[in-house]
T-cell receptor, first 115, second 114 residues
Framework: GAGVSQSPSNKVTEKGKDVELRCDPI?????LYWYRQRLGQGLEFLIY????????KSGLPSDRFSAERTGESVSTLTIQRTQQEDSAVYLC?????????????FGPGTRLTVL | SQKIEQNSEALNIQEGKTATLTCNYT??????LQWYRQDPGRGPVFLLL?????KEKRKERLKVTFDTTLKQSLFHITASQPADSATYLC?????????????FGQGTTLQVKP
């Protein structure tokens, strides 16, 4: 079946603009994660959704970052007033139940460039 | 806070040899440790998970060890092939409630030469 998809694949924006990134998880997966990967760095956890529970936002770097998820489907990550340090690849992953031993399936990422 | 260190220098080996990659972590020992493969322009792909009470885990040509005393995991690829060339990431669950919130190392790039 279809894997995790993300759109757009590339986004170039000007400093100060808002951007919205989209993630379509694997159908039936209750858990969804957002990570950020800066050039040459490991992935940084941003936010975690599990079913109808309140999201774990502990990884969001500032209040300019927010994310929503509609039920157990699409999620959007919004970055307001973008800064150059926001330039990175934003990766989304989903898993069936969200446990530590549950395999996370990653999308291809959205490469964000802030000029 | 928990930190993960992987050798940032690329590892270059000859086809057919065994590649060994290292992952060291600080602070508490996690209940689980995972290894992922990442190709350029793609998201990571899960390879293996090892639990704290397992010393070793194997899958085909892959072998992972987990030493909670040394706070280290080793990832081995035997009979390496050029197709194994990629960046390999280790990851730990950073949540006390084991929710799958992962912290990743920066990865080690492996280049297998024919």
């Amino acid at each position: 079946g279809a894997g995790v998809s993300q759109s757009p694949s590339n986004k170039v924006t000007e400093k100060g603009k808002d951007v919205e990134l989209r993630c379509d998880p694997i159908s039936g997966h209750t858990a969804l994660y957002w990570y950020r990967q800066r050039l040459g760095q490991g992935l940084e956890f941003l936010i975690y959704f599990q079913g109808n529970s309140a999201p774990d936002k502990s990884g969001l770097p500032s209040d300019r970052f927010s994310a929503e998820r509609t039920g157990e489907s699409v999620s959007t990550l919004t970055i307001q007033r973008t800064q150059q340090e926001d330039s990175a690849v934003y990766l989304c992953a989903s898993s069936l139940y969200g446990g530590a031993t549950d395999t996370q399936y990653f999308g291809p990422g959205t490469r964000l460039t802030v000029l | 806070s928990q930190k993960i260190e992987q050798n940032s220098e690329a590892l270059n080996i000859q086809e057919g040899k065994t590649a060994t990659l290292t992952c060291n972590y600080t602070n508490y020992s996690p209940a689980y440790l995972q290894w992922y493969r990442q190709d350029p322009g793609r998201g990571p792909v899960f390879l293996l998970l090892i639990r704290e009470n397992e010393k070793e885990k194997r899958k085909e040509r892959l072998k992972v060890t987990f030493d909670t005393t040394l706070k280290q995991s080793l990832f081995h690829i035997t009979a390496s092939q050029p197709a194994d060339s990629a960046t390999y990431l280790c990851a730990l669950d950073m949540s006390s409630s084991n929710t799958g919130k992962l912290i990743f190392g920066q990865g080690t790039t492996l280049q297998v030469k024919p």
